[in-house]
């Protein structure tokens, strides 16, 4: 008898028949747009066709078809499982299998124990991402293939969370990266999510087989495995069809009719009612009344289509769109656009400007603006008078709109941006941190996903009959939502209609952190193309219970904001490029590295027409070589520069090495081990700077992908050192850090206090050295030296505990020198601030905050900007012990609070917190932290920061928030 | 009792202390942690004159007020044990002026010793911040004045928590194999009535009456009828709330039980002897002054007659797995992770694994909230050790999160059902 097995995954149906020898007599693959049991259906119906009247032992598999299996009463096979039966059968030579798949990544590790590693709830990196990608860059996947093909260099892509990498792919566009370049990063991204996300220090060798769609499809991508690997693994025959062979060879498959079966799973309903909310509308009629109410309060503003004489241009140059406008003298709006910007929005706003003179020839334009992501390429591309911070855009046209307006809430391409207006002024801004879900690029690309246009899409959503509830997290966590609800039978309505709630509930209670509708006040105004869905607007309106004001234009508030700014502005004229100009306009791009520091950086230069040139992925002014010069106070590069007296990186003498890994807490007790060591006769050494070829050093052995980076960077530390073959490394486990007195306890948070652990267990090299971990507290002086010495004896080390009560005695002396070093430069900048009358933004985060891999020079952008940047360690000594609404137990956080309460007694000062993404501890303190400044009156502004971090947004953040205390 | 300051207010948010007038007409609300164990515990609180209500409340509206409360990125329990108690406030079934919330506080470096001021949080912003939060903690983190925990009270609670433990552990080894359904169920209904109401009479907590009723209880669970078949076994650790709630876990047991698993998910004992342990650790390890560890000696000694009295009950009854002694769970513990690590469930957990493994359950289910601190040291930092030791580990973590998917879930632990199965039948051809 002939077998059959059915692969149903998140994407596509596979199918494969094979003869009783085990031969492939019949494959199918085919996308099911969310259709699973028709698609299924089928499929099933042309095997029968092609098979007349056999019955088949029959098996599914594959994660859409799990609960679909028992109901048509076939057994189901574990996908993975599937897998290897198929490899057992097909490729027993195999010792490790790499599956990609729609939104799966596995490592299949058959030598030894079979090991299987899988995605976890957090992971891009898969096919789905590769088509966001596609997407983003608008081409085809198989183009982005060929398209690697042609690069000349590797961006460094976050590979943790297509969300990320999409952060990082969206400025590399903008700032016109050759789309080789980006195409070819994007797959080594693939590759190094899922080698270091899945493999975890275990070896990726021998027989590599490649499976699944992406792998199959896309030839670059093997080649950047085979690369990596420093292998060429194997795509096999059937390589789309392992699960599906595999379900078929099942030994549980059963014996049933296919046209019986094929009859049975058109039939499939699922029985399971998924969690439904509300329909949006019950009705056409209440939906004409929600409509007609939104045509006439967003009409406020004239729109004109014969403008004359002095007129302003305003653009915006967003993540996914751009929009331009221009303003007359009497604030109509003439000559919209919005478009999508396609990677490149120079060629968007040449067209535009072109098509502006044609038509109106008559027009003088006295002025021009513009904002966005792509602010600075297109201001140097075209000579635009003004650069307008984003926020400020938004703020300015909201207001024009609505003079009385108390909350303006935006939802853009990749941006939230929230403002809640107090007495005329920005009293808070809310953005979205360094995620982009719940952003209209995340609507657009599970339309397209899915196959539908956006607008189509949107409009499916006004009458499903059950709106399925689909949580308010991340993409990734909505995409296996999204799957959940297909697998339970969601119509594609349904789905639209969810997403729309998602969308909303993700800037309510995410963004806003919004508790109680009153909060935003009466006056409320929404824009942002998002807004442009009806679905999405009235989700917003129930689930706030307010009727909030739609402007007509409501994708075009950017640009008419930078418009309106350009009037404000106007000096009369504008440089703007004239219809001349552009006929001879031309635009080129190369990527050099820069050589400027340490970082690195990887630049993309543009020139343009007559030399003009714009270089974009610089972290620092420096390439750029400005002669701004005024002195820098920026003490996080004092802190590191203090650090660097106890750095060496190679030992001198014959005395024996201990060596410490320069991370984590270690930012800040350097200088107390070094001294310890020091006097107690060894030679100290400290693993190098960090940076992210460090990291990746390290990445295979990190067991937690979503630990924070700062801890993951704790890997590559070791393995430089051990590369130096110190006699013993030391990095000790601390439950408790030092105790300055101001909460209810002096813990480290749990990842601080015992990653040595986790590297004593997860780092295999660590065993060519003897590696001293044990547990310690400096935070009692008087019982450490005995401590120390219990402590340093199980590895073998006999001190003398008099040596090490002097020693410590030194030890502590250095360190606390340190801290008073710290805190003494602090004090004056402080007086400098107050000479020069200067800004003062105190930047705060943890000790290792001040590694540049880590904080990715914001210190630099803060004080580029012109203000003195201060660490939250360097005056949390100046407030005393306060009570706080949150459980005040950890050091390092009550610095914190500590620092936010000084900056409320300073009026010149401001704090920014640095939260690292994954620092669970920081959902505890970031609250609390806004909590303490904001009841003084002060903004609140937090930087989430990861491996890689788009300092294209925190720019924007950081210039709101000057704009805003100005 | 002094009662003064019982309001103090910081940024605005208000602290409302539960003074001793509130204990006359009160209820304190309890989130579900513990299902098996809780109700019994509860009643040790009440025969102190306190009026307590455990909340049942399940689902999705369960989960949407806590998302609608507390910070997203707080771990999924915070979501779960608050969202029930914010609900129980707004559902209409509780006079809010009259009720009391309470949450157990380890004071631990983890950041469940947040919850407390999590709750106010909410109440600030729901409206109900004269609603006072109790913390149920032994040490002093925290004070109320209305709210006394008293050694007796611990030591009664603890025997109450061990009965949970023991019922759930007779009922893991027995419910998958029952003959009639139910008859599981009706045992533990019968004896969550008959301890409830010995409790009441101050009986059944202290000596021969223990060993009584645990006889008792055991002879019933051995009496069940049950099917000869062969069920796949699956050990459960993980984070406290998670692994034993079902609000918390989708469900995980009754998944198991639909999969033909028979499923040993440690007791809570275990985990009060950690902490007591921790405490005594923290003086070897940094000196914490013995003067403050009496009443970790006294709990940890308390905990291990306590302990003994229940082995002593499972010896005469082989059919049954008996919980490893916390004595050897230590040595476990020595194995896999350094003991100082104390925040969250610790070194405790890889032990459990490895307990788990040892006892025959080489499939083991680690439940985590998405995001949780400790769980990169304790449960993936140490999974590569406890691979080490045994080769046989058939490890599975799952993530629990509100935006996780069940199916997703549900997947992992099918595969790893589909090795388990392998090696089973690996073993019966053998």
């Given at each position: 008898?002939?077998?059959?097995?059915?692969?149903?995954?998140?994407?596509?149906?596979?199918?494969?028949?094979?003869?009783?020898?085990?031969?492939?007599?019949?494959s199918?693959?085919?996308?099911?747009?969310?259709?699973?049991?028709?698609?299924?259906?089928?499929?099933?119906?042309?095997?029968?066709e092609?098979?007349?009247?056999?019955k088949?032992?029959?098996?599914?598999?594959?994660?859409?078809?799990?609960?679909?299996?028992?109901?048509?009463?076939?057994?189901?096979?574990?996908?993975?499982?599937?897998?290897?039966?198929?490899?057992?059968?097909?490729?027993?030579?195999?010792?490790?299998?790499i599956?990609?798949?729609?939104?799966?990544a596995?490592?299949?590790?058959?030598?030894?124990?079979?090991?299987?590693r899988?995605?976890?709830?957090?992971?891009?990196?898969?096919?789905?991402?590769?088509?966001?990608?596609?997407?983003?860059?608008?081409?085809?996947?198989?183009?982005?293939?060929?398209?690697?093909?042609?690069?000349?260099?590797?961006?460094?892509?976050?590979s943790?969370?297509?969300?990320f990498?999409?952060t990082?792919?969206?400025?590399?566009i903008?700032?016109?990266?050759?789309?080789?370049d980006?195409?070819?990063?994007i797959?080594?991204?693939?590759?190094?999510?899922?080698?270091?996300?899945?493999a975890?220090g275990?070896?990726?060798?021998?027989?590599?087989?490649?499976?699944?769609?992406?792998?199959?499809?896309l030839?670059?991508?093997?080649?950047?495995?085979?690369?990596?690997?420093?292998?060429?693994?194997?795509?096999?025959?059937?390589?789309?069809?392992?699960?599906?062979?595999?379900?078929?060879?099942?030994?549980?498959?059963?014996?049933?009719?296919?046209?019986?079966?094929?009859?049975k799973?058109?039939?499939?309903?699922?029985s399971a009612?998924?969690?439904?909310?509300?329909?949006l509308?019950?009705?056409?009629?209440?939906?004409?009344?929600?409509?007609?109410?939104?045509?006439?309060?967003?009409?406020?503003?004239?729109?004109?289509?014969?403008?004359?004489?002095?007129?302003?241009?305003?653009?915006?140059a967003?993540?996914?769109?751009?929009?331009?406008?221009?303003?007359?003298?009497?604030?109509?709006?003439?000559?919209?656009?919005?478009?999508?910007?396609?990677?490149?929005?120079?060629?968007?706003v040449?067209?535009?400007?072109?098509?502006?003179?044609?038509?109106?020839?008559?027009?003088?334009?006295a002025?021009?603006?513009?904002?966005?992501?792509?602010?600075?390429?297109?201001?140097?591309?075209?000579?635009?008078?003004?650069?307008v911070?984003?926020?400020?855009?938004?703020?300015?046209?909201?207001?024009?709109?609505?003079?009385?307006?108390?909350?303006?809430i935006?939802?853009?391409?990749?941006?939230?941006?929230?403002?809640?207006?107090?007495n005329?002024?920005?009293?808070?801004?809310?953005l979205?941190?360094?995620?982009?879900?719940?952003c209209?690029?995340?609507?657009?690309?599970?339309?397209?996903?899915?196959?539908?246009?956006e607008?189509?899409?949107?409009?499916?959503a006004?009458?499903?009959?059950a709106?399925?509830?689909?949580?308010?997290?991340?993409?990734?966590?909505m995409?296996?939502?999204?799957?959940?609800?297909?697998?339970?039978?969601?119509?594609?309505?349904?789905?639209?209609?969810?997403?729309?709630?998602?969308?909303?509930?993700?800037?309510?209670?995410?963004?806003?952190?919004?508790?109680?509708?009153?909060?935003?006040?009466n006056?409320?105004?929404?824009?942002?193309?998002?807004?442009?869905?009806?679905?999405?607007?009235?989700?917003?309106?129930?689930?706030?219970?307010?009727?909030?004001?739609?402007?007509?234009i409501?994708?075009?508030?950017?640009?008419?904001?930078?418009?309106?700014?350009a009037?404000?502005?106007?000096?009369?004229?504008?440089t703007?490029?004239?219809?001349?100009?552009?006929?001879?306009?031309?635009?080129?791009?190369?990527?050099?590295?820069?050589?400027?520091?340490?970082?690195?950086?990887?630049?993309?230069?543009n020139?343009?027409?007559?030399?003009?040139?714009?270089i974009?992925?610089?972290?620092?002014?420096?390439?750029?070589?400005?002669?701004?010069?005024?002195?820098?106070?920026?003490?996080?590069?004092?802190?590191?520069?203090?650090?660097?007296?106890f750095?060496?990186?190679?030992?001198?003498?014959?005395?024996?090495?201990?060596?410490?890994?320069?991370?984590?807490?270690m930012?800040?007790?350097?200088?107390?081990?070094?001294?310890?060591?020091?006097?107690?006769?060894?030679?100290?050494?400290?693993?190098?700077?960090?940076t992210h070829?460090?990291?990746?050093?390290?990445?295979?052995t990190?067991?937690?992908?979503?630990?924070?980076?700062?801890?993951?960077l704790?890997?590559?530390?070791?393995?430089?050192?051990?590369?130096?073959n110190?006699?013993?490394?030391?990095?000790?486990?601390?439950?408790?850090?030092?105790?300055?007195?101001?909460?209810?306890?002096?813990?480290n948070?749990?990842?601080?206090?015992?990653?040595?652990?986790?590297?004593?267990?997860?780092?295999?090299?660590?065993?060519?050295?003897?590696?001293?971990?044990?547990?310690?507290?400096?935070?009692?002086?008087?019982?450490?030296?005995?401590?120390?010495?219990?402590?340093?004896?199980?590895?073998?080390?006999?001190?003398?505990?008099?040596?090490?009560?002097?020693?410590?005695?030194?030890?502590?002396?250095?360190?606390?020198g340190?801290?008073?070093?710290?805190?003494?430069?602090?004090?004056e900048f402080?007086?400098?601030?107050?000479k020069?009358d200067?800004?003062v933004?105190?930047?705060?985060?943890?000790?290792?905050?001040?590694?540049?891999?880590i904080?990715?020079?914001?210190?630099?952008?803060?004080?580029?900007?012109?203000?003195?940047?201060?660490?939250?360690?360097?005056?949390?000594?100046?407030v005393?012990?306060?009570?706080t609404?949150?459980l005040?137990?950890?050091?390092?956080?009550a610095?914190?609070?500590?620092?936010?309460?000084?900056?409320?007694?300073?009026?010149?000062?401001?704090?920014?917190?640095?939260?690292?993404f994954?620092?669970?501890?920081?959902?505890?303190?970031?609250?609390?932290?806004?909590?303490?400044?904001?009841?003084?009156?002060?903004?609140?502004?937090q930087?989430?920061?990861?491996?890689?971090?788009?300092?294209?947004?925190?720019?924007?953040?950081?210039?709101?928030?000057?704009?805003?205390?100005? | 009792?002094?009662?003064?300051?019982?309001?103090e207010?910081?940024?605005?948010?208000r602290?409302?202390?539960?003074?001793?007038?509130?204990?006359?007409d009160?209820?304190?609300?309890?989130?579900?942690i513990?299902p098996?164990?809780?109700?019994?515990?509860?009643?040790?609180?009440?025969?102190?004159?306190?009026?307590?209500?455990?909340?049942?409340?399940?689902?999705?509206?369960?989960?949407?007020?806590?998302?609608?409360?507390?910070?997203?990125?707080?771990?999924?329990?915070?979501?779960?044990?608050?969202?029930?108690q914010?609900?129980?406030?707004?559902?209409?079934?509780?006079?809010?002026?009259?009720?009391?919330?309470i949450?157990?506080?380890?004071?631990?470096?983890?950041?469940?010793?947040?919850?407390?001021w999590?709750?106010?949080?909410?109440?600030h912003n729901?409206?109900?911040?004269?609603v006072?939060?109790?913390?149920?903690?032994?040490?002093k983190?925290e004070?109320?004045?209305?709210?006394?925990?008293?050694?007796?009270?611990?030591?009664?609670?603890?025997?109450?928590?061990?009965?949970?433990d023991?019922?759930?552990?007779?009922?893991?080894?027995?419910?998958?194999?029952?003959?009639?359904?139910?008859a599981?169920?009706?045992?533990?209904?019968?004896?969550?009535?008959?301890?409830?109401?010995?409790?009441?009479?101050?009986?059944?907590?202290?000596?021969?009456?223990?060993?009584?009723?645990?006889?008792?209880?055991?002879?019933?669970?051995?009496?069940?009828?049950?099917?000869?078949?062969?069920?796949?076994?699956?050990?459960?650790?993980?984070?406290?709330?998670?692994?034993?709630?079902?609000?918390?876990?989708?469900?995980?047991?009754?998944?198991?039980?639909?999969?033909?698993?028979?499923?040993?998910?440690?007791?809570?004992?275990?985990?009060?002897?950690?902490?007591?342990?921790n405490?005594?650790?923290?003086?070897?390890?940094?000196?914490t002054?013995?003067?403050?560890?009496?009443?970790?000696?006294?709990?940890?000694?308390?905990?291990?007659?306590?302990e003994k009295?229940?082995?002593?009950?499972?010896k005469?009854?082989?059919?049954?797995?008996?919980?490893?002694?916390?004595?050897?769970?230590?040595?476990?513990?020595?194995?896999?992770?350094?003991?100082?690590?104390?925040?969250?469930?610790?070194?405790?957990?890889?032990?459990e694994?490895?307990?788990?493994?040892?006892?025959?359950?080489?499939?083991?289910?680690?439940?985590?909230?998405?995001?949780?601190?400790?769980?990169?040291?304790?449960?993936?930092?140490?999974?590569?050790?406890?691979?080490?030791?045994?080769?046989?580990?058939?490890l599975?973590?799952?993530?629990?999160?509100?935006?996780?998917?069940?199916?997703?879930q549900?997947n992992?632990?099918?595969?790893?059902?589909?090795?388990?199965?392998?090696?089973?039948?690996?073993?019966?051809?053998?």
């Amino acid at each position: 008898m002939n077998r059959l097995g059915i692969d149903a995954g998140s994407t596509t149906v596979k199918c494969a028949v094979l003869s009783p020898s085990g031969k492939v007599l019949f494959s199918d693959y085919r996308r099911h747009k969310s259709k699973i049991s028709e698609t299924t259906a089928q499929v099933l119906s042309e095997v029968a066709e092609k098979f007349p009247g056999e019955k088949m032992l029959a098996s599914f598999s594959g994660s859409a078809s799990m609960e679909m299996a028992g109901d048509v009463g076939v057994p189901f096979v574990q996908e993975v499982y599937a897998t290897k039966k198929a490899v057992d059968a097909l490729c027993p030579q195999a010792d490790t299998v790499i599956e990609l798949g729609g939104e799966d990544a596995k490592i299949l590790f058959l030598r030894g124990a079979l090991e299987v590693r899988m995605n976890g709830t957090c992971a891009g990196g898969t096919g789905a991402f590769i088509d966001q990608m596609a997407k983003l860059m608008d081409v085809e996947s198989d183009t982005l293939d060929s398209l690697a093909f042609g690069s000349e260099k590797i961006y460094s892509i976050a590979s943790r969370c297509g969300v990320f990498a999409k952060t990082d792919v969206q400025p590399l566009i903008n700032q016109g990266a050759r789309k080789e370049d980006v195409a070819a990063s994007i797959f080594y991204a693939v590759v190094n999510q899922t080698i270091g996300g899945l493999a975890q220090g275990r070896e990726v060798g021998g027989t590599v087989l490649y499976l699944g769609g992406p792998l199959t499809f896309l030839k670059y991508l093997r080649h950047a495995f085979d690369k990596t690997l420093g292998t060429s693994g194997v795509l096999p025959e059937n390589s789309l069809f392992f699960v599906a062979i595999g379900a078929a060879l099942s030994p549980q498959s059963m014996e049933v009719d296919v046209s019986e079966l094929a009859r049975k799973t058109k039939e499939y309903k699922n029985s399971a009612a998924g969690r439904a909310c509300k329909p949006l509308f019950s009705s056409k009629e209440e939906y004409e009344r929600f409509r007609i109410r939104h045509a006439q309060s967003g009409d406020r503003i004239a729109i004109t289509d014969s403008p004359k004489g002095k007129v302003y241009l305003g653009i915006d140059a967003g993540s996914t769109t751009v929009k331009a406008l221009v303003v007359d003298e009497d604030g109509n709006v003439c000559f919209p656009m919005y478009t999508p910007n396609s990677g490149n929005p120079v060629p968007i706003v040449r067209d535009y400007l072109t098509s502006l003179y044609e038509r109106f020839p008559d027009i003088y334009i006295a002025g021009a603006a513009v904002t966005g992501y792509g602010e600075s390429i297109i201001k140097a591309a075209f000579k635009i008078d003004e650069g307008v911070v984003e926020t400020i855009a938004h703020y300015t046209a909201a207001k024009k709109f609505m003079p009385e307006v108390d909350f303006i809430i935006d939802i853009g391409g990749q941006d939230i941006k929230c403002f809640r207006i107090k007495n005329g002024a920005i009293d808070s801004i809310f953005l979205n941190e360094a995620c982009s879900s719940g952003c209209g690029s995340f609507l657009q690309t599970f339309a397209a996903v899915l196959g539908y246009d956006e607008k189509t899409f949107a409009s499916l959503a006004l009458f499903a009959p059950a709106p399925i509830d689909l949580g308010s997290r991340c993409t990734v966590f909505m995409n296996s939502a999204v799957k959940q609800a297909q697998k339970d039978g969601a119509n594609i309505e349904d789905i639209s209609a969810g997403l729309a709630v998602s969308v909303v509930k993700n800037a309510l209670y995410k963004v806003i952190r919004c508790t109680n509708p009153d909060l935003l006040g009466n006056n409320i105004v929404v824009q942002g193309g998002t807004f442009n869905s009806d679905a999405v607007l009235r989700v917003f309106e129930r689930e706030t219970g307010k009727e909030v004001v739609r402007p007509a234009i409501a994708g075009l508030m950017g640009a008419y904001g930078a418009a309106l700014i350009a009037k404000q502005k106007s000096k009369g004229f504008s440089t703007v490029l004239g219809a001349e100009d552009l006929k001879t306009f031309t635009h080129s791009v190369k990527a050099i590295t820069c050589h400027g520091c340490e970082n690195r950086c990887r630049l993309t230069v543009n020139t343009f027409a007559g030399g003009e040139k714009y270089i974009a992925g610089n972290r620092c002014e420096k390439p750029l070589a400005l002669k701004t010069q005024t002195k820098k106070y920026d003490l996080y590069e004092y802190k590191l520069s203090l650090l660097d007296a106890f750095r060496s990186e190679t030992a001198s003498g014959s005395k024996p090495v201990v060596g410490i890994p320069l991370a984590l807490n270690m930012y800040e007790l350097l200088p107390f081990w070094h001294t310890l060591f020091t006097r107690l006769g060894f030679d100290v050494i400290t693993s190098p700077r960090s940076t992210h070829k460090l990291f990746v050093k390290g990445q295979h052995t990190i067991p937690s992908d979503t630990v924070c980076y700062p801890a993951k960077l704790v890997h590559g530390h070791l393995e430089a050192l051990v590369e130096k073959n110190p006699d013993y490394i030391f990095y000790p486990s601390m439950s408790y850090n030092v105790d300055e007195g101001k909460g209810v306890n002096h813990y480290n948070c749990p990842v601080v206090a015992y990653y040595p652990e986790v590297v004593a267990a997860n780092v295999p090299s660590l065993k060519k050295t003897t590696f001293i971990h044990g547990f310690i507290g400096i935070h009692d002086r008087k019982t450490f030296a005995a401590h120390f010495c219990s402590m340093t004896e199980k590895s073998g080390l006999k001190l003398k505990l008099a040596d090490v009560k002097k020693a410590a005695k030194d030890a502590y002396a250095a360190y606390d020198g340190f801290m008073k070093a710290v805190r003494d430069k602090a004090d004056e900048f402080l007086a400098v601030a107050e000479k020069e009358d200067l800004r003062v933004v105190v930047l705060a985060g943890r000790p290792y905050h001040i590694d540049p891999e880590i904080n990715h020079g914001i210190d630099k952008l803060v004080s580029d900007l012109g203000a003195v940047v201060l660490t939250e360690d360097s005056v949390s000594h100046k407030v005393g012990k306060f009570p706080t609404s949150v459980l005040n137990q950890w050091t390092y956080h009550a610095r914190l609070y500590a620092a936010a309460k000084f900056v409320t007694t300073l009026k010149r000062a401001n704090l920014v917190q640095l939260v690292s993404f994954g620092c669970g501890v920081d959902a505890v303190t970031s609250d609390e932290t806004r909590a303490i400044l904001e009841n003084a009156g002060k903004l609140y502004t937090q930087i989430k920061i990861d491996e890689i971090t788009n300092l294209g947004a925190v720019k924007i953040r950081l210039r709101s928030l000057f704009a805003v205390i100005k | 009792m002094n009662d003064s300051n019982a309001t103090e207010s910081i940024n605005g948010i208000r602290n409302v202390k539960f003074t001793s007038q509130m204990k006359k007409d009160y209820t304190i609300l309890a989130p579900d942690i513990f299902p098996t164990h809780l109700p019994l515990v509860v009643e040790v609180v009440r025969m102190y004159g306190y009026k307590v209500d455990v909340l049942r409340y399940t689902g999705k509206k369960v989960i949407d007020t806590g998302l609608a409360y507390v910070h997203n990125d707080m771990c999924y329990p915070a979501i779960c044990s608050t969202g029930q108690q914010l609900y129980a406030l707004k559902s209409g079934d509780y006079d809010p002026h009259k009720v009391a919330l309470i949450q157990f506080q380890t004071g631990g470096g983890c950041r469940a010793s947040n919850y407390i001021w999590l709750l106010r949080k909410a109440l600030h912003n729901m409206g109900m911040d004269f609603v006072p939060v109790l913390s149920l903690s032994f040490n002093k983190t925290e004070r109320s004045p209305g709210f006394r925990i008293t050694p007796m009270m611990i030591a009664k609670g603890l025997m109450a928590l061990v009965y949970g433990d023991l019922i759930m552990l007779l009922k893991n080894q027995v419910l998958p194999y029952e003959k009639n359904k139910g008859a599981v169920q009706s045992i533990i209904d019968k004896w969550t009535k008959t301890l409830t109401e010995q409790f009441r009479r101050n009986k059944g907590l202290v000596g021969a009456s223990v060993r009584k009723n645990m006889r008792a209880i055991i002879e019933d669970f051995a009496a069940v009828e049950k099917l000869n078949v062969k069920k796949t076994k699956v050990g459960v650790v993980g984070e406290i709330y998670v692994k034993y709630s079902p609000l918390g876990n989708n469900g995980l047991e009754d998944f198991l039980l639909s999969q033909d698993c028979e499923f040993m998910v440690p007791g809570v004992l275990g985990f009060f002897q950690y902490m007591f342990d921790n405490m005594i650790t923290d003086h070897e390890l940094y000196g914490t002054p013995l003067k403050s560890l009496w009443g970790a000696r006294i709990g940890a000694s308390m905990a291990r007659r306590i302990e003994k009295t229940m082995l002593d009950a499972l010896k005469d009854y082989p059919q049954f797995a008996a919980p490893t002694p916390f004595a050897r769970i230590r040595e476990l513990g020595d194995k896999t992770l350094g003991r100082g690590v104390k925040m969250g469930e610790g070194w405790l957990l890889p032990a459990e694994i490895a307990e788990l493994i040892e006892k025959g359950y080489d499939n083991v289910i680690c439940a985590q909230p998405f995001g949780c601190l400790p769980n990169h040291i304790v449960a993936k930092g140490a999974a590569r050790t406890i691979r080490e030791l045994y080769p046989t580990a058939n490890l599975c973590p799952i993530d629990y999160d509100a935006g996780a998917s069940k199916v997703n879930q549900e997947n992992r632990i099918k595969l790893m059902l589909a090795i388990a199965k392998e090696k089973e039948n690996e073993q019966a051809r053998n």
